[in-house]
């Protein structure tokens, strides 16, 4: 636990798992700020198979909402439980404000603090939300033409991600696309994580990943791709509407 990305797991100050600071140990590499050991930990941790996928998701995202806005210069996009929304600081599309709104939706105010912070003023809109006031109706969008969802989906039961899925896929309007991310079985690092993190995900496979289409009108559905990504860790749902 004298890495500091160990430590911030296993001691969860925001009290939850995964929340937006841990994962910006991924994406950035604060190793030359540590002096203890744990520096060595945190870069070899810092390079394994999944902190790349980590960091490859963002890149992925960053560049759909550049794709959304060349299709849309009144695009709208949706990040359900965004982080920090680091993709956003990636994308020419919200630097160069090409498209109508970018709705950074999460339960951690502190959280969409930052992302207020890093885009004053702009077409980022930060939302304070959970899981359970979307399917309970009391948040909620429409006319979407791209929502996804990064990291929430390791955490989430078969059933829930189900609804949500179902639910999302009915805010996008004809043409818009849902991206839903989700580790695949049990890559290199999850001994590591378990043991000395306290993280533990819920991953799936592709028979997984389709089973999250079970509350979806299929008749509305145009197209349905499946694909991991360079590391074969991360498997991506996207689903476009008809």
């Known amino acids: 636990h004298q890495c500091p990305f160990t430590r911030h797991a296993f001691e969860r100050p925001r009290g939850y798992a995964g929340d937006a600071a841990l994962i910006d140990y991924l994406y950035m590499d604060h190793a030359a700020d540590e002096l203890h050991a744990g520096r060595e930990i945190y870069r070899y941790m810092h390079g394994q198979p999944s902190a790349c996928s980590v960091r490859e998701r ?3 995202l960053a560049r759909m909402m550049d794709e959304t806005a060349g299709r849309r210069p009144d695009g709208r996009v949706l990040s359900v439980a965004c982080g920090h929304l ?8 919200v630097a160069e404000r090409r498209l109508q709104e970018l709705i950074a939706f999460d339960q951690d105010p502190v959280s969409l603090a930052e992302i207020s912070r890093l885009h004053p003023g702009g077409i980022v809109r930060p939302v304070c939300g959970s899981v359970r ?3 309970a109706g ?6 979407l033409d791209f929502a996804y969802s990064a990291g929430l989906y390791d955490y989430l039961s078969d059933s829930v991600a189900a609804r949500l899925t179902a639910l999302l896929f009915q805010m996008l309007r004809p043409g818009g696309r849902l991206l839903v991310a989700n580790f695949a079985v049990h890559p290199p690092e999850t001994g590591y994580m378990e043991a000395f993190m306290d993280w533990w995900l819920t991953y799936r496979d592709e028979d997984g990943m389709r089973d999250l289409l079970a509350e979806t009108p299929l008749e509305q ?3 349905v791709r499946l694909f991991r990504d360079s590391q074969d860790n991360v498997i991506y749902l996207e689903v476009t509407r008809r």
Do not use: G, N, P
């Open 86 to 93: 680091r993709e956003a600081e990636s994308s020419r599309a």
């Open 58 to 60: 963002r890149e992925l």
């Open 133 to 135: 006031s979307l399917l």
């Open 138 to 143: 009391k948040a909620a969008f429409q006319d």
């Open 221 to 223: 559905v145009d197209t």
